[in-house]
């Protein structure tokens, strides 16, 4: 059997419960996985699971390499899992006698002319739509179970961050997309709020410019200095500094998923996408949806009339996010955790 998900790390983790649950109903069956450069390596040592890192920045000689991948191989079946006119395309050299994709109402670039059978439609929040892919091999998905491989060094790195004895917030402030990210200002008040009430304040991030300065105009907002790891771990270590913190602050993003599929609680930013959809799936009570004032705003429709997946990327969408919006979604959680543990 071949899936292929190409892209991007938040989707990777929302096709692992279902190849948790391809493994429980099929154990005999042998998985092979295609996808992105980055997410072969946050998938890096999934059990029971071949991983082919396809380049897709290397044009028609990354199809070649494919090809030659595959060694000639014809899979029974093919999960065709992206919409996207690049991953159609790929999966043209990949044989198979079933290929299942998409429903006839979300298909899109062409899709319909690579797959043979189709998943129903129903089902909103990605990870359920992607859930459905099960159901044409005769079983359903009716859990979420993720167990991301993490070496026992990244956790070990992890620990050595911070001190333990505070609550930890780790914020995690880009998006690959930059109209997704929130002002720096408005993250470094949340932050503020945070230490005020004696957490621990801890920044995390890639190495691109972007990234470094969002971090340095965060830190230069504040007036105590947060825990700053800008640009310093790898993405198994990522993985382990996200399950170690209490609550991870972050826009649409590949953390925000991460975050969630680690086991810990996510304070979601959420305007230019629709959390409902593509929000931390295990719980939302945390995370701020203005998804459905933008539609309003910048699209004169409402959310329910927009097409599945439609975005709204345009400047100044995020700024419909106020401090006291996300303040209120903090406080909830140390009320929350009070009440249940004697958090404070």
């Not at 493994?23 to 996808?35: F, R, S, V």
């Not at 980055?38 to 396809?54: H, N, P, R, T, Y």
């Not at 303040?327 to 543990?341: H, K, L, N, P, T």
Request: include cysteine.
């Amino acid at each position: 059997m071949c899936i292929l998900r190409l892209s991007a790390l938040g989707d990777a983790t929302h096709v692992l419960p279902l190849i948790r649950t391809l493994q429980k109903n099929l154990p005999e069956a042998k998985i092979t996985w295609i996808l992105g450069k980055g997410e072969a390596k946050l998938m890096e040592g999934l059990d029971g699971v071949e991983l082919i890192a396809f380049d897709k920045k290397a044009g028609l000689q990354g199809l070649k390499d494919l090809t030659h991948a595959l060694d000639g191989r014809r899979f029974d079946v093919l999960l065709q899992m992206q919409l996207a006119l690049r991953a159609n395309l790929v999966s043209a050299v990949i044989s198979a006698k079933r290929r299942i994709g998409y429903n006839r109402e979300r298909a899109k670039e062409g899709h319909g002319l690579f797959v043979n059978e189709r998943i129903r439609h129903d089902g909103h929040h990605v990870l359920d739509v992607f859930g459905l892919f099960t159901e044409p091999l005769g079983f359903r998905q009716t859990e979420a179970c993720w167990n991301l491989p993490v070496p026992a060094e990244a956790h070990a790195w992890a620990a050595e961050q911070w001190p333990a004895g505070k609550p930890t917030l780790l914020i995690s402030p880009c998006s690959s997309h930059a109209l997704r990210n929130w002002l720096p200002e408005r993250y470094a008040a949340v932050a503020t709020h945070a230490l005020g009430k004696g957490w621990q304040v801890v920044l995390c991030g890639g190495r691109s410019k972007l990234e470094r300065d969002m971090g340095d105009a965060i830190i230069a907002a504040m007036p105590e200095k947060p825990i700053d790891l800008i640009g310093k771990d790898t993405l198994k270590q990522l993985l382990a500094l996200l399950a170690r913190a209490d609550l991870v602050m972050t826009p649409d993003s590949g953390p925000a998923q991460m975050a969630n599929a680690m086991g810990s609680k996510v304070l979601g930013l959420y305007a230019c996408t629709d959390a409902t959809r593509s929000g931390p799936y295990s719980d939302l009570r945390y995370t701020v949806n203005r998804y459905p004032d933008a539609a309003i705003r910048f699209l004169d429709k409402p959310a329910a009339a927009l097409s599945w997946g439609k975005r709204v990327e345009f400047p100044g969408v995020m700024d419909l996010i106020e401090v006291t919006d996300v303040i209120a979604r903090f406080e909830r959680y140390c009320a929350d955790q009070g009440r249940s543990q004697g958090f404070r």
